[in-house]
Structures are given as structure tokens and as C-alpha cells.
């Protein structure tokens, strides 16, 4: 099956090499772009250059691709899954991995040791109040740089040539222009984006773990059970 799969314009990832490990082909298609926001990583960094925090979480892979360069030295760092920690390792920054690919996870694997620790946190600007007041709750201190915004691209979104679309983020979902056609399977990477899918009146066909992987097995389950009724 070819899918479309959204990605930030210009930030396309190896989505291409993993569909095809599930048999599968797929293109990108773009509903939100990013912009950096210079002043924000300079500050986060120079915060991680004076020792400022006990532990850094990587949220997705952008801002590990943005930050991991520019880190000289480092704490304790936790990446939200594989593809953000491969952009660490390439840079020789020694991670821990989520087991899982939602922030809600993020405190219980820290479980007591968060307690009185600085947690620096670089990501986009999109609120994410949950992941903040679980870290202050657990008794940690949290410490947030926006270090990039997204904006819509604007553009409508090309599915003329396949056969599903997968949305891997709600707020990409939320801003992506797009009419749904007859055949067309509807996707969800995760329950989060599966929830604002819903919420708005579009119920997903598939949904994921939370990554690329996990939805390609959820949709190969889905063809193999349609082949077998």
C-alpha cells in the first residue's frame, strides 16, 4: 500500500526504508512547517554548558537533531524513542530510551530519583501542560525552551496517489488541509492523535503505538484480518 505520511516540510525522515521493511512504499506529505527559534537554543544551551540541569528529555527527534551539535557536555539524557536517540548517537551523546513513544511516561521511568532534579526540556511550541505538571508534581524542576515553532504550510495535502494517510501528530492532523475520498484508509500514529482525530469527527481506521513501526503493524494486522473475513 502507498502511504502518505505527514512530516514537518524539509525535516522528511527514513520513513521510506521503514515502510518498505513492512511492505509497504510511502511519501510525505506537509501540513506544518517549523521555524528555529535562534535566541531559545542558544539560552538552552548555554543552560546545559553551566550545569544547569540533572537531566535533559528529548521529546521527538527535531530537537535532538537541532540541539545534539551544539552540546559539549551533558547530563542525564532520555530520548522519547528510537529515531530520537539515533539523532543523539550520531553525535555521541549517550542516551536511555523510552520503552514507550508518549511524554506521560516520562516521570514513572524516573520514577523517585526526579525529586528535587532540574529537567531541561527543548521542544516546539506547542503546550503540553500533562508532561510539565506531572514532572512539578513528582517534585522535579522544570525547565522549558520553545526552540521552534510550527506553523501551517497551508498546503492541501496530496493523496490523489494513496491508498491511506497516516497523521503522526494531533496537531498535524488539526492543521492539515484534506478531504477524505471513498478507499482512502485513515491512520492514526498514536492515541493521543487518534483522540483529536475523533474528537473533530474522523474516526481513524488504524492506530498505532505512538511510532512509525507500531502503525505499520497495526495496519498489516488490519489488511491480513480484511483478507481473512
Not at 548517537?89 to 508518549?102: G, H, K, P
Amino acid at each position: 500500500m502507498k502511504i502518505a505520511v505527514t512530516r514537518l516540510k524539509g525535516k522528511e525522515k527514513s520513513d521510506a526504508g521503514r515502510c518498505s521493511e513492512y511492505g509497504h512504499s510511502c511519501y510525505s506529505v506537509h501540513p506544518l512547517r517549523s521555524e528555529l527559534r535562534m535566541p531559545e537554543i542558544a539560552a538552552f544551551t548555554d543552560a546545559v554548558a553551566s550545569g544547569k540541569f540533572d537531566c535533559i528529555f528529548f521529546t521527538s527527534a527535531l530537537p535532538a537533531k537541532i540541539i545534539a551539535p551544539r552540546l559539549t557536555t551533558h547530563p542525564r539524557v532520555i530520548a522519547i524513542g528510537p529515531q530520537t536517540a539515533k539523532e543523539l548517537r550520531e553525535y555521541n551523546i549517550d542516551c536511555e530510551t523510552l520503552s514507550s513513544f508518549y511524554s506521560r511516561d516520562f516521570v514513572p521511568y524516573l520514577g523517585d530519583w526526579i525529586k528535587g532534579k532540574h529537567i531541561g526540556i527543548p521542544r516546539a511550541d506547542v503546550p503540553n501542560p500533562k508532561l510539565l505538571d506531572a514532572i512539578t508534581a513528582a517534585g522535579g524542576i522544570v525547565h522549558e525552551f520553545r526552540c521552534y515553532g510550527l506553523e501551517s504550510t497551508g498546503e492541501p495535502l496530496d493523496l490523489q496517489r494513496a491508498g491511506a494517510v497516516l497523521f503522526t501528530s494531533a496537531m498535524s492532523f488539526g492543521q492539515a488541509r484534506w478531504t477524505p475520498r471513498p478507499g482512502l484508509l485513515v491512520m492514526a500514529i498514536g492515541d493521543i492523535t487518534a483522540a483529536a482525530m475523533r474528537k473533530a469527527g474522523t474516526e481513524p481506521v488504524i492506530v498505532g503505538d505512538g511510532s512509525l513501526e507500531g502503525t505499520l503493524r497495526a495496519l498489516n494486522t488490519y489488511i491480513s484480518n480484511q483478507e481473512t473475513t
